[in-house]
């Protein structure tokens, strides 16, 4: 670590072409030709060439960064995550950063390219100068928009991301850099704070927020594989410094106030997290050291003159930690995502920063998805078509088998499917029911440690019951016994040891040589021959072996007391309903972390089945099309053959029944008409020039004109028309 500041390193990635993808897409998948596209096809390559080699930082590459992810957001409205490009990234953080990781997804693209926006704008943050003001303050806030990068992309991209997303990327890793952008934001607050002067009561407060922000990144960061030990030591050493400091500026405050006992045990306190600190010392950057060092020896002194100060003038009680007031929290940061990563929709535009959206002019996925659902239904009306053209020209001239006989292959793999979807069902249904058994105890083991020891009562806050603490007394008694057994056999042991040191037995052993030598000059003297001395000599150890025998008798006792009493505090304890309860409790997360070991194992099963099942179907379903677009093309040609044979017979039919009615009507008599009381009609008159000539032989020729009235009473002569009107009782007569 090159400073007291973290920053996120770079994801690095390979070159890959993501417009030969989605031309292809485009040609298999829709109706429009990707030449259509050209320039915006020219323009994602672009987008992510600018956005992968922006690892500098540089204000530039923030809009190259969320340009290209802006545009992933719109395309994937468009097109398939899935879409054809393998996209390798190497992690940034962990133990493996040399074996990249490769995904068939655009989600997996977007959120690779999110973390390094929050990378470049953490690498902003500690390149600013952060000695003055201005550059605290933007410091702080690139640390902010960090943070709420990492939090979009842990709440709204990760989980759509449909695969497990790298160990870099997990939630805990996620969790836990978040703290630590807004651990070092709030730092950058509380130094302007310090260089701004403000009271030892508001410094405080920002010191011990700083405190818990990083005590939940190292949390957090232990629960995760990607974050390393180093910076897990750094981030937990930062925890205690900052503790120690909030703790000392309280100290501070309290000797304003004339608090002194307060004043002596918040320095206390702060002297044990400035030493909790520097056990970190190995793993930390020289600069934390030697603020850790000089934290330490300001609250040393300060220690020492306020113990002297109160024991000899103030004398004030000083009261034990637990009775101390926790501190107040002052929190000045948060998590904020721009507007360009958590809606960059609304921000594309011809106009935007981020660019015009990208296949505008395409047909969005969903509506290409509606059309294949349209599809689907439409290829299952072929059996009810196949039935109205029956009814319609009639079993005899629609003879074509049915679909269930033309293809009875089909119709047996759509209830073997049918069978393999039911069977899955049920398989559903139990693993959804083992989710839902235990979904809470699994919630709880994914949890914080403290919801964890909510949830199992603790061993060390037992309410005992008066039978549990009498065998618990009776059980103690007995330890103690032994307690004082042991320290007075100690005791023993050394007093033996210490006469044994001091038994010397040379000085006799050489009289008895002597002795020997003058009553037996000459014999070779033996070890056999001083027996009887060695024998007189153990005599004055008597008394210690009949200590001992009566020690261990004694030991005995104290071992079947203790043995009863601590039967007599088992069977006590049995009967203890808070042991119960913890060994209860213990036991249903034990439970539930099997269940969970078990649900995983089911749902890779079901995950492999329905990968199986899915080619299954693919195949299925193509074969359905094939067969219903010749069974279609076939009605068609087979309609088309009737029509032409009804439309010929229709004709013929028409055509004798036209002559059969033209037949009757020159076979029936004309009528007699029939006299009507009626005004006469007028008479036409003729238009035609009167003609001198008569009839010829009483034969009408087109020369002559034509005339109404009564039968001819002469050869060549008419009757005068009466009144120059028509009678309709006498007819019609052409002369």
């Keep these: 670590m090159a400073s007291y500041i973290l920053h996120l390193p770079f994801r690095r990635t390979h070159s890959v072409t993501l417009a030969d993808a989605i031309k292809q897409y485009i040609s298999s998948k829709y109706d429009q030709h990707p030449d259509m596209f050209t320039a915006d096809l020219d323009a994602i390559d672009a987008l992510r060439s600018g956005a992968i080699h922006a690892v500098e930082p540089h204000q530039s590459g923030i809009r190259k960064l969320q340009a290209y992810a802006a545009q992933l957001v719109w395309i994937g409205g468009k097109f398939p995550v899935d879409i054809g490009v393998d996209f390798s990234w190497f992690p940034a953080l962990g133990y493996n950063t040399q074996r990249p990781v490769s995904e068939n997804n655009i989600r997996f693209e977007l959120a690779n390219v999110l973390f390094n926006l929050a990378a470049m704008y ?70 302007k704070a310090v260089k701004d002067g403000l009271k030892d009561a508001s410094i405080s407060k920002l010191a011990a927020k700083v405190s818990d922000l990083y005590s939940d990144a190292s949390d957090w960061g232990i629960k995760s594989d990607a974050v390393s030990s180093e910076w897990i030591h750094h981030m937990g050493a930062k925890h205690h410094h900052f503790a120690a400091a909030a703790q000392y500026r309280a100290a501070r405050d309290c000797l304003e106030k004339r608090k002194y006992g307060e004043e002596v045990a918040r320095l206390r306190d702060s002297l044990i997290c400035a030493n909790e600190a520097l056990k970190e010392a190995r793993y930390i950057n020289k600069t934390v050291l030697g603020d850790l060092s000089g934290l330490k020896n300001r609250v040393t002194e300060d220690l020492k003159r306020a113990e002297k100060d109160n024991d000899m003038i103030y004398l004030q009680p000083v009261p034990p ?96 499917i049918d069978g393999y979807l039911k069977s899955a069902a049920n398989s559903d249904q139990i693993v959804q029911g083992k989710i839902k058994d235990n979904e809470s105890h699994i919630r709880l083991l994914s949890g914080t440690d403290h919801d964890l020891e909510q949830f199992v009562p603790s061993s060390r806050r037992v309410t005992m019951t008066a039978a549990v603490e009498r065998e618990a007394t009776k059980l103690r008694g007995c330890l103690n016994e032994v307690s004082r057994l042991e320290s007075r056999r100690k005791r023993k042991i050394e007093a033996l040891k210490a006469k044994a040191r001091q038994d010397d037995i040379n000085p006799e052993l050489l009289q008895e040589t002597a002795r020997l030598e003058r009553e037996y000059p000459m014999q070779n003297i033996e070890a056999v021959q001083f027996e009887d001395l060695f024998e007189k000599r153990l005599h004055k150890y008597d008394v210690d072996n009949e200590m001992v025998a009566d020690e261990d008798q004694e030991q005995q006792a104290i071992v079947r007391r203790l043995e009863d009493a601590n039967v007599a505090f088992v069977s006590a304890r049995r009967g203890d309903s808070s042991t119960r309860q913890r060994e209860q409790a213990l036991q249903q997360l034990e439970n539930a972390y099997f269940k969970y070991k078990e649900i995983i194992s089911n749902l890779d099963v079901g995950r492999k089945f329905y990968n199986d099942l899915a080619k299954i179907c693919g195949r299925f379903r193509d074969d359905c099309r094939n067969f219903a677009y010749q069974r279609r093309a076939e009605a068609t040609q087979f309609e088309s053959d009737l029509s032409t044979a009804m439309s010929s017979l229709h004709l013929q039919q028409a055509s004798a029944l036209q002559e059969q009615r033209q037949a009757d009507q020159e076979n029936r008599p004309y009528p007699a008409p029939v006299h009507v009381d009626q005004p006469a009609i007028p008479a036409p008159t003729p238009t035609r020039a009167s003609m001198a000539m008569g009839p010829t032989n009483g034969m009408w020729t087109p020369e002559m004109p034509i005339r109404f009235g009564a039968a001819q009473s002469g050869e060549g002569q008419a009757a005068p028309a009466t009144d120059a009107r028509w009678d309709p009782s006498k007819g019609m007569k052409f002369a």
């Excluded at 953490?122 to 550059?135: E, F, H, K, P, V």
Aim: with cysteine; charged share 25%; aromatic share 6%.
């Design 122 to 191: 953490s690498q902003l943050a500690t390149s600013t100068n952060r000695t003055t003001a201005d550059g605290l303050k933007l410091a702080c806030n690139y640390f902010c928009l960090a943070a709420g990068v990492l939090s979009h992309l842990k709440i709204s991209v990760i989980p759509d991301m449909r695969s497990s997303p790298p160990e870099d990327m997990d939630a805990m890793t996620l969790e836990s850099l978040e703290h630590l952008m807004l651990a070092q934001a709030q730092e950058c607050f509380w130094q």
């Design 321 to 416: 930690k637990p009775e101390l007031k926790t501190l107040d929290r002052a929190t000045m940061v948060s998590a904020k995502a721009p507007k360009e990563v958590s809606d960059p929709l609304s921000l594309l535009g011809d106009n935007s920063d981020l660019g015009r959206p990208l296949f505008s002019k395409l047909v969005p996925y969903s509506v290409h998805i509606a059309a294949s659902i349209y599809a689907d239904r439409r290829d299952r009306l072929e059996t009810a078509e196949d039935e109205r053209a029956r009814r319609q020209y009639g079993t005899d001239r629609w003879n074509r088998p049915p679909s269930a006989d033309a293809a009875p292959k089909l119709y047996a793999q759509v209830n073997e």
